[in-house]
């Protein structure tokens, strides 16, 4: 089995920035994609950014530019540099995990899932 742990979560401004950490253990080489999913009050969770395993990224157009998802494999630790936050990023968010090799893979079959955390920004 898989862990999926994060941290970073908070409360923030707007235009200011917050970095999550999600790390991995147990039998996490069977990890290839990962990715930071989100859910706010009354929508669907949504798949914010995802990473495969060599490092290509893709994010939501509402995030580009401002939001940079990026891994560690050696430390089994994803991340996600959330600068220029909106009121709108308010959410709880969710690190993801599965062995598919793609993001569009990781959106069909989520494996793993972290414990969520609440990110929270106010004007």
């Known amino acids: 089995q898989v862990q999926l742990v994060e941290s970073g979560g908070g409360a923030a401004q707007v235009g200011e920035s917050l970095r999550l950490s999600c790390t991995a253990s147990?039998?996490?080489?069977?990890?290839?994609?990962m990715g930071w999913f989100r859910q706010a009050p009354g929508k669907q969770r949504e798949l914010v950014a995802g990473i495969t395993k060599d490092g290509r990224t893709q994010y939501i157009d509402s995030v580009k530019g401002r939001f940079t998802i990026s891994r560690d494999n050696a430390k089994n630790t994803l991340y996600l540099q959330m600068n220029g936050l909106r009121s709108d990023d308010t959410a709880v968010y969710y690190c993801?995990?599965?062995?598919?090799?793609?993001?569009?893979?990781?959106?069909?079959?989520?494996?793993?899932w972290g414990q969520g955390t609440q990110v929270t920004v106010s004007s």
């Open positions: 147990g039998s996490s080489r069977r990890i290839n994609t």
């Open positions: 993801a995990a599965s062995p598919v090799f793609t993001i569009a893979g990781l959106e069909a079959r989520t494996d793993y």
